[in-house]
């Protein structure tokens, strides 16, 4: 970051109220703030209280959580039965096995190509010139072969994914 734009936040912030740097410094919200609006803030609650108060816990920017997951965490009230955070990391979790299918099954109809291409070359016996046609056949029938695979084992992890979501946002309203 440039040291112009550096100069030009702490021109902003030090405008305000130490009341108002003091709230942004405790609410620690890094979807609102960046991370150098934080070091100006610092810098100056410093320069005018000698130090700075314990900021909260706040969500950070990068940490990967919707903003329904961020709630639920967030919320005083966590549930007895299960852990709101190994949820959130299961359903994360099946997300990225659900992409692995995609690309196992994907490598695996390549296996198979071999495979159905001398199944479907058996129907047309001493026919050279069918090769295409039948290499064609195989395709068609590999790639049905593998988004039928795919759609055995993607949608079902999808649906599972969709249905703890549900569940949690539910639960998080219900607590509202």
Same mark, same amino acid.
């Given at each position: 970051?440039?040291?112009?734009?550096?100069?030009?936040?702490?021109?902003?912030?030090?405008?305000?109220?130490? *009341?108002?740097?003091?709230?942004?410094?405790? +609410?620690?919200?890094?979807?609102?703030?960046? !991370?150098?609006? $934080?070091?100006? /803030? *610092? *810098?100056?609650?410093?320069?005018?209280?000698?130090?700075?108060?314990?900021?909260?816990?706040?969500?950070?920017?990068?940490? %990967?959580?919707? @903003?329904?997951?961020?709630? /639920?965490? !967030?919320? *005083?009230?966590?549930?007895? $039965?299960?852990?709101?955070? @190994?949820?959130?990391?299961?359903?994360?979790?099946?997300?990225? +096995?659900?992409?692995? /299918?995609?690309?196992?099954?994907?490598?695996? =109809?390549?296996? &198979?190509?071999?495979?159905?291409?001398?199944?479907?070359?058996?129907?047309?016996?001493?026919?050279? @010139?069918? &090769?295409?046609?039948?290499?064609?056949?195989?395709?068609? /029938?590999? %790639?049905?072969?593998?988004?039928? &695979?795919? =759609?055995? +084992?993607?949608?079902?992890?999808?649906?599972?994914?969709?249905?703890?979501?549900?569940?949690?946002? $539910?639960?998080?309203?219900? %607590?509202?």
């Amino acid at each position: 970051m440039s040291n112009e734009l550096r100069r030009q936040i702490y021109s902003e912030l030090n405008l305000r109220e130490t *009341e108002d740097l003091l709230d942004i410094w405790q +609410t620690n919200d890094h979807e609102e703030w960046s !991370d150098t609006a $934080f070091e100006v /803030v *610092e *810098e100056i609650l410093i320069k005018r209280l000698g130090e700075v108060p314990l900021q909260e816990e706040g969500l950070l920017k990068d940490d %990967g959580l919707d @903003e329904w997951e961020a709630k /639920v965490l !967030d919320d *005083e009230n966590q549930p007895e $039965f299960y852990d709101t955070l @190994e949820v959130i990391t299961l359903k994360d979790n099946i997300n990225k +096995t659900a992409k692995a /299918v995609i690309i196992v099954n994907i490598l695996g =109809g390549l296996t &198979t190509f071999q495979w159905f291409s001398s199944i479907v070359g058996s129907y047309f016996p001493n026919r050279e @010139e069918l &090769t295409p046609l039948i290499y064609f056949i195989t395709f068609i /029938v590999t %790639g049905l072969s593998v988004a039928v &695979t795919i =759609g055995i +084992t993607y949608f079902p992890l999808k649906a599972l994914v969709q249905i703890l979501r549900i569940l949690m946002e $539910f639960r998080s309203r219900k %607590g509202m």
